[in-house]
C-alpha cells in the first residue's frame, strides 16, 4: 500500500489509473449505500468511495474510521458524476472507487476542527501545533515560507554570494536587547551567548575576503514579545564590500520583484525614499505606513508667540506643536473625541487640545486664545474645511511625533483609509546615529555601535554628535520595517571613536571588541549590509496578523511553547555540573 501519487495529482488524466493514496481522513460522510471520504494528505483533498459492490472489507472498515485516522486506500480513478462536481476542489471533477484499504493508525478526536477560520484560543493551538499546522491555511503559510526563502537563495547565488554559517555560541556583547545566555561545562562560571544578529561574523567575513556573503540565520532576543515579536527569529542576513547604499538599494528592489511576483504581485521600482527626520515629523514614526495620507503638519513658527499657555510653553522649552486635519470626523461625538485624546495620553501626551470645524462656526475650547487672524493662519495650514476634525500635540519633538503618529494610524482604521491590497515599499534614510539616554546619562546608537556615520558629518561627533546621521537604511512595507542594514565603520580609529561616544573605555572595548579592532588593522576593506526579517515579510504576504503564524513553532507572548512546556527546570545534577546554583525566588 505504498503510495503511488498525491491526492492533488489525480484529475481527468489518471481516470481509469489504480491509484493507491495516503492520508489523513478529513471528512466521513455515510449515505447508507456509499460511504465518502476526503482523503487529504500534504498537496490537497482527494475523494475516495467505498461501494459493497467494489470491495465489502473496505466498506466495512470505512464504517468504523473516524476524522485524523491515517489511512490508505487503493483503487481506480472515476469521473464524477457532472451533477456532483466540486468547483471549489482541485479535484473536484474526479473521486477514487476505493478496493482495498488499510488504516495506519487511529486518531482521538482533536480538540479543534482541521479546518481553516477556527476560533479557537491561540494557546490551545499552540499546545497542539502538531494539529494546528495539519489546517490548510497554516500548512500553505509554510509552504509559502520554504518557496520565499528558495527565490531568496536562488536570487543571492546567481549574483555570487556565499552562503556561510556563523557561530550560535558567541560572546556576549551587551548593547542592545538582553542577551540569551548559555553557560559551559568546561569552563565553570563563563558563560556563551546566543547571537541578536550575525552583525560583527559577517563584518569579519568582510575583513576574510569573502566580499558577498549571506545566511537564513537565527537570531534570539531576550525582549519583551508583541505580534511581530518572538525570542527566537529568522532573518536573511546579507553583507557585502566595496559597495555603497545605492547597490544596496539596487540589489533588494530587484530581489523583492522577484519574491512578489511569486505571489502574484508585480512591484514598481525605484522605491520612494524618505528622511528620518521627514518621516518623524510628516508621519510621526520612522516606519510610516505610506498607503494614505493624513499628514501631520508643523505649527510651532504660527503658535509660537500666542496666549494658549500649553503651545506657549511648550515652544519656549524649545518642543513643537503639530496637529492633524482628521478629514470629515467633525461629526464624532464629544465621546469619541475624549477617546482619541485618551489614547493621545496613553501615548505620553499631557493631553490633547481639538477643534471641529463647522460651516458657521469653530467648536473648541481653546479658540478664544487666538486671534482671528491667528486662527485663518492654522486652519489654512491645516487646509480646514467645515467638516474637519483638527487635533493638536504640544510636546517635545519625539513625544508629539508619537502621538500623532499613533493617532494618525487609529483615525486610518476608523475611517477605512488603508488599502489592504496595496503594497507600499519605502526606504526611510539619513537616521541619527546617536541618541541620548537620559536614564544612563549616554549616548547610545540609534542602530548599532558598528555603523558608519555620513563623511560630512565626523567633524560633529566631536562637537555636536547628536546632530551626526548615519549611513543606515531600512525598508519600510505597509508600515513595517521589513529590512534594515547600513554602511559600516571599517576602521579602527573610527571604530574606537564610536565606543568611546557610547561611554565605553578602551579597556571595556578591548575586552568586548578586541578581536574586531585588531581586525580592523589587516587590510578591512569599506563595507556594508542589510537583513531581513523573514517572519516580518512572510506575514505580510501571507496577510496574517501576527509571526506567530508563519512560524513552525512559535512561542506565546510569555516566550513560552504550551507543547514542550519550554522553558522548564533542570535537575541538581545538570546545574552542579555546570557550577549554578539557583537563588531563592
Avoid at 470491495?55 to 480513478?77: I, P, T, Y
Wanted: glycine share 6%; hydrophobic share 40%.
Amino acid at each position: 500500500m505504498k503510495r503511488t501519487h498525491n491526492a492533488a495529482d489525480i484529475d481527468i488524466n489518471t481516470v481509469d489509473t489504480e491509484v493507491v493514496l495516503n492520508g489523513w481522513v478529513d471528512t466521513r460522510r455515510d449515505h447508507g449505500g456509499l460511504i465518502f471520504i476526503d482523503l487529504r494528505d500534504r498537496s490537497g483533498i482527494i475523494q475516495v468511495v467505498f461501494s459493497p459492490e467494489v470491495d465489502m472489507n473496505s466498506f466495512h472498515l470505512a464504517e468504523q474510521v473516524r476524522g485524523e485516522f491515517v489511512v490508505a486506500v487503493r483503487g481506480k480513478v472515476s469521473l464524477r458524476p457532472p451533477e456532483t462536481e466540486n468547483p471549489n476542489l482541485k479535484t473536484g471533477k474526479v473521486e477514487v472507487y476505493v478496493r482495498e484499504m488499510e488504516v495506519l493508525n487511529s486518531a482521538k478526536t482533536p480538540p479543534f476542527y482541521i479546518e481553516n477560520d477556527i476560533d479557537v484560543d491561540e494557546n490551545l493551538r499552540l499546545k497542539y501545533r502538531y494539529l494546528d499546522l495539519r489546517r490548510p491555511e497554516m500548512k500553505d503559510n509554510l509552504m509559502l515560507r520554504h518557496r520565499i526563502i528558495k527565490i531568496m537563495r536562488d536570487f543571492l547565488d546567481k549574483r555570487g554570494f556565499l552562503e556561510v554559517e556563523t557561530p550560535i555560541l558567541t560572546k556576549s556583547t551587551p548593547e542592545g536587547a538582553r542577551d540569551y545566555l548559555v553557560p559551559s561545562r568546561v569552563h565553570p562560571g563563563e558563560f556563551f551567548a546566543l547571537p541578536q544578529s550575525p552583525q560583527i561574523f559577517k563584518q569579519m567575513l568582510m575583513v576574510a575576503g569573502m566580499e558577498k556573503y549571506f545566511q537564513v540565520a537565527r537570531c534570539f532576543r531576550d525582549e519583551d514579545l508583541r505580534a511581530d515579536r518572538q525570542p527566537e527569529f529568522t532573518q536573511l542576513d546579507m553583507e557585502m564590500s566595496f559597495i555603497d547604499e545605492e547597490d544596496i538599494f539596487e540589489l533588494i528592489e530587484k530581489m523583492m520583484v522577484d519574491i512578489f511576483r511569486e505571489i502574484g504581485r508585480e512591484i514598481k521600482t525605484p522605491f520612494p525614499r524618505i528622511t528620518y527626520d521627514e518621516a518623524m515629523a510628516k508621519y510621526g514614526s520612522d516606519s510610516p505606513d505610506l498607503r494614505f495620507n493624513l499628514e501631520i503638519v508643523d505649527l510651532t513658527n504660527i503658535v509660537r508667540d500666542c496666549d494658549f499657555k500649553v503651545f506657549a510653553s511648550a515652544t519656549k522649552s524649545g518642543g513643537v506643536v503639530r496637529a492633524i486635519n482628521a478629514k470629515t470626523c467633525g461629526s464624532f461625538t464629544r465621546r469619541k473625541i475624549d477617546e482619541l485624546g485618551a489614547i493621545a495620553v496613553g501615548n505620553g501626551a499631557k493631553g490633547m487640545a481639538w477643534i471641529v470645524v463647522t460651516e458657521s462656526e469653530l467648536r473648541s475650547p481653546i479658540t478664544k486664545f487666538f486671534s482671528e487672524e491667528k486662527m485663518q493662519e492654522i486652519l489654512d495650514a491645516l487646509d480646514a474645511q467645515p467638516g474637519d476634525l483638527l487635533l493638536f500635540a504640544a510636546d517635545t519633538a519625539d513625544t508629539v511625533s508619537r502621538v500623532l503618529g499613533v493617532l494618525r494610524m487609529e483615525l486610518a482604521k476608523r475611517l477605512n483609509l488603508i488599502d489592504e491590497d496595496t503594497l507600499n515599499f519605502t526606504w526611510v534614510i539619513d537616521f541619527p546615529l546617536l541618541e541620548y539616554d537620559d536614564e544612563e546619562k549616554r549616548y547610545v546608537a540609534v542602530h548599532h555601535p558598528f555603523t558608519s556615520p555620513r563623511v560630512e558629518d565626523l567633524e560633529l561627533l566631536d562637537s555636536d554628535p547628536s546632530r551626526v546621521k548615519a549611513r543606515a537604511y531600512d525598508l519600510v512595507l505597509n508600515g513595517t520595517e521589513i529590512g534594515g542594514g547600513s554602511i559600516r565603520i571599517h576602521r579602527r580609529d573610527w571604530q574606537e571613536k564610536m565606543f568611546s561616544l557610547l561611554g565605553l573605555t578602551m579597556e571595556d572595548a578591548r575586552e568586548k571588541f578586541g578581536f574586531m579592532l585588531d581586525a580592523f588593522e589587516y587590510g578591512t576593506p569599506p563595507h556594508g549590509g542589510i537583513a531581513f526579517g523573514i517572519d516580518r515579510l512572510i506575514m505580510i504576504m501571507a496577510k496574517r496578523q501576527s509571526i506567530r503564524d508563519v512560524i513552525a513553532f512559535p512561542k506565546t507572548q510569555s516566550a513560552a511553547c504550551p507543547m514542550t512546556d519550554a522553558p522548564s527546570g533542570v535537575s541538581g545534577k545538570q546545574l552542579r555540573e555546570l557550577a549554578i546554583k539557583i537563588r531563592d525566588k
